[in-house]
């Protein structure tokens, strides 16, 4: 016990405690003047308090679902339910991560190289800067109608319009954190390369790219993150094509909460994940190029 409370494993369950806690009495709180109103209808006037709490914890459609009743929907939906079919939280979660990944890597390679661009041109830099800070101020949800509707028009649908809301919102991180790493070097060791002949491919690639690899991995952590968000407020505004925004949707239309919060608990679960995996790739990196642990 005393090494479980000096770890990190005992604030954690702490937390967890506290959280869910705090999320059963605000069932009963939000719940309450609605099952008020059922057991009125039903002749039920006289309710113990123990019956009562059990009610609003076990509500159809309740305003805030009891945890338990979130934690049955995601099993219900993932193991209980065959991942092909379209009713599989397992089946939506893959969509969604499709055009996560896709529209990450496309915003990652989009930073990168803009980011060596400004960093190597100071008329990109004053020229370009701008507008990518500028397109940040806009937002995603009146963008997303835009681009599915759009590039509808023109035939494309799918994977790709979804992906490309994505790269809109994660190459902004991944720009700004590559260039403030490629220009991580200072005067001397840059003067140092000049003094060796250097050519400027050979100052890019020993001295400016290993110096931003930490920027690079700090940037992708954001970006993988709100790269889901992207691919779920795209597929908010396209229900054909299924995800966990649709099942967000149409969860929302029926009045259907503990479906929604499934759904919600899936993609931050998915969001954790993407960024676990970015650091282990992180730990990979830096051990493949000898830095200390």
Do not use: C
């Not at 079919?85 to 979660?93: F, I, M, P, T, V």
């Not at 509808?152 to 954190?177: D, E, N, W």
């Not at 994940?273 to 970015?278: C, P």
């Amino acid at each position: 016990m005393r090494q479980l409370l000096a770890g990190k494993t005992a604030p954690i369950l702490i937390v967890l405690l506290a959280i869910g806690l705090f999320w059963y009495a605000a069932a009963i709180w939000m719940n309450a003047p609605w099952q008020t109103t059922l057991n009125q209808r039903a002749g039920l006037d006289s309710v113990g308090a123990t019956e009562f709490i059990g009610q609003t914890w076990s509500q159809d459609k309740p305003v805030l679902p009891a945890p338990h009743q979130v934690a049955g929907e995601i099993w219900n939906a993932t193991v209980g339910t065959d991942i092909a079919s379209k009713r599989s939280l397992a089946y939506h979660a893959s969509i969604t991560l499709s055009a996560t990944l896709l529209g990450f890597a496309l915003g990652t390679l989009l930073g990168i190289g803009l980011a060596v661009v400004i960093v190597h041109n100071d008329a990109s830099e004053r020229s370009l800067m701008p507008w990518i800070i500028a397109s940040q101020t806009i937002p995603i949800l009146a963008i997303a109608p835009m681009v599915v509707v759009g590039l509808g028009a023109v035939g494309v649908t799918g994977l790709l319009p979804k992906a490309l809301i994505s790269m809109y919102l994660s190459f902004f991180p991944v720009v700004v954190g590559m260039v403030k790493g490629l220009r991580t070097p200072e005067a001397i060791q840059l003067d140092l390369m000049h003094t060796y002949s250097a050519t400027p491919w050979q100052v890019f690639s020993k001295l400016r790219w290993p110096a931003a690899i930490p920027f690079l991995f700090a940037s992708m952590k954001v970006g993988i993150a709100i790269s889901l968000i992207g691919a779920v407020v795209g597929e908010l505004s396209n229900n054909a094509g299924g995800g966990l925004g649709v099942r967000l949707l149409t969860g929302s239309y029926n009045g259907q909460t503990i479906q929604i919060w499934a759904a919600l608990f899936i993609a931050a679960g998915l969001a954790a994940v993407l960024v676990i995996a970015v650091g282990a790739a992180e730990r990979l990196v830096n051990r493949a190029m000898g830095a200390r642990p």
